[in-house]
């Protein structure tokens, strides 16, 4: 069976689970401390990173890029009529995806307003540029999911969790990325790709008193278009 090393918190681990969970490939997943990686792990993985993918033939796999691409070519296409261009076109809206995953981390770690405002910043960038590429339908360039949707798919769950959680909505005026988000949420992929006790962990690390989005309650009070301007009255 596939078996993914993992880390709990980690979006370019819950890029692959995504993906393993669209194909409704069986997997199982092994948990590593990052501060203590264990020398079987480092053996496996010439990066030292998670996620690594251990394939049928046990061969291990390392870099979510090249594992995504590997489940594309070994268990089928999630679009397999794309021509050559359109699959670049589809690699580069997923590689701008995934080169924010540790910008929004830096955004959610903040310990500052002036840290969360100059962090969104950066992010709400990717977004916008999404936003003028969305609209014609259900997911980012199809009405089926799509290797794109599965690299901003941890983007969009952790911006809903600390839209919920803080009342900060890193989305605010994207309305078409906001459906967007809603469209790949209602899949239930980004509850299956994630452990159960995933939402303790992430409250634990981004949510706690730290952190500008676990101190103060955002609802009603500065958003990423009003923070420049904001005297927060809510922490
Ligand atoms: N380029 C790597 C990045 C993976 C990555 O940054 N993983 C983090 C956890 S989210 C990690 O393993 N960090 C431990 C380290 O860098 O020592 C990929 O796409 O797989």
């Known amino acids: 069976m596939l078996k993914v090393i993992s880390f709990t918190i980690c979006p370019f681990v819950q890029r692959i689970t995504a993906m393993l969970e669209a194909k409704q490939l069986p997997y199982e997943v092994e948990y590593i ?22 394939t049928e033939d046990n061969t291990a796999l390392f870099e979510s890029d090249a594992i995504a691409e590997y489940l594309e070519d070994k268990y089928g296409a999630m679009q397999p009529e794309l021509s050559v261009e359109q699959k670049a076109i589809n690699r580069a809206w997923s590689y701008l995806g995934t080169k924010h995953y540790l910008v ?44 794109v949707d599965m690299a901003w798919l941890p983007l ?39 452990s ?15 952190r500008v989005l676990g101190r103060c309650d955002f609802t009603d009070c500065c958003t990423p278009k009003t923070i420049n301007a904001c005297e927060p009255a809510c922490c």
């Open 156 to 194: 969009l769950h952790r911006a809903d969790i600390i839209r919920r959680e803080s009342g900060y909505d890193f989305l605010e005026g994207f309305s078409k990325v906001k459906a967007w988000q809603a469209a790949i949420l209602d899949t239930g992929l980004a509850e299956r790709s994630v």
């Open 104 to 147: 929004q981390c830096g955004a959610q770690s903040s310990r500052t307003i002036e840290d969360l405002k100059e962090r969104s910043e950066k992010l709400r960038n990717a977004f916008e540029k999404e936003e003028g590429q969305l609209g014609k339908h259900r997911y980012f360039n199809s009405d089926e999911l799509s290797m």
């Open 33 to 54: 401390s990052l501060s203590d990686k264990p020398q079987w792990f480092l053996d496996i993985s010439p990066n030292g990173q998670v996620p690594v993918l251990v």
């Open 196 to 210: 159960e006790d995933f939402m303790e962990k992430f409250r634990g690390f981004y949510l706690s008193e730290e």
